[in-house]
């Protein structure tokens, strides 16, 4: 069955249990890292995913700590003998960055290395962003101050399941609506600051989108009760947990 994991739960500040927020989807022989913040190749090395089994990745937006650790991705496949192309798919700006942290180590266009295929994501409302075996990820544009941002929803075309996840935005409708129905929200609530949203907030976006499983993430972890974090987020009728590393939802 496939499933999204949880690499990374932290805001842009990590601390010695939470690493700077990163997912990856996974399924029988596959997987898709979401976001590289961190070290994607211990994490995934953690979870027994084979590098040969990357059949792409998605990145949500631009800020550093969501895409860090994607020369050393890039760098552990091409040492590791990939061969296949890898689709990088986000918004066009994320992807200009990405470009380019990549050629500073010499890890873009090499005549020795595997294909790159950048796959711009228009910033519009249920764009497709790729389908995998019976998986579906479409987007939306969040809100995140002047950066272009992709929320992103998984749907189980076979079981029925669905998941939605804000990335980093302001409460804003296109992600309401992307969650719309959906059985979990996986919600940053980095706090009340231009382009961020507090647990409050997304337990509100949870409520208008009739969502009753709510996850936090891209939380504060420095100098934070979070369990007193996580109360703040109210009001909805299911369960409000805080993600943790290494956390699976089935899809």
């Known amino acids: 069955m496939p499933e999204l994991i949880v690499l990374g739960t932290a805001a842009s500040v990590p601390d010695a249990d939470h690493d700077t927020v990163a997912l990856v989807l996974r399924g029988p022989g596959w997987a898709v890292p979401i976001d590289c913040g961190g070290s994607p190749l211990h994490r995934l090395a953690r979870l027994d995913i084979d590098l ?9 937006h631009r800020h550093a700590d969501h895409l860090y650790g ?10 590791g003998g990939r061969a296949a192309h890898l689709p990088i798919y986000g918004p066009q700006e994320a992807l ?7 050629g500073l180590f ?15 994501v228009p910033l519009r409302e249920g764009r497709r962003v790729l389908e995998i075996e019976e998986v579906r990820v479409t987007s939306a544009p969040g809100v995140h101050a002047n950066v272009e941002v992709l929320a992103l929803r998984f749907d189980n075309t076979a079981t ?5 996840y804000s990335s980093d935005t302001e409460p804003c409708e296109a992600v309401t609506r992307l969650a719309e129905g959906a059985d979990l929200l996986i919600h940053e609530a980095t706090g009340s600051y ?6 409050a907030d997304a337990a509100e976006v949870a409520r208008e989108a009739g969502v009753e499983q709510l996850v936090l993430i891209h939380y504060p972890v420095l100098g934070i009760d979070l369990d007193a974090w996580r109360q703040t987020a109210v009001g909805i009728p299911g369960q409000v947990r805080l993600a943790k590393e290494g956390d699976v939802y089935p899809l």
Not at 52 to 60: E, F, G, K, P, Y
Not at 160 to 164: L, P, Q
Not at 194 to 199: A, C, D, M, Q
Request: glycine fraction near 6%; aromatic fraction near 6%.
């Open 52 to 60: 040969d089994d990357i059949r792409a990745v998605i990145l949500t």
């Open 70 to 79: 994607l020369p050393m991705l890039v760098q552990g496949l091409w040492l």
């Open 96 to 102: 200009t960055i990405a470009r380019r942290l990549l």
């Open 106 to 120: 010499n890890l873009a266009e090499r005549d020795d290395m595997f294909p790159i295929e950048w796959h711009p």
């Open 160 to 164: 029925g399941r669905s998941i939605a």
């Open 194 to 199: 231009e382009g961020h949203s507090s647990p």
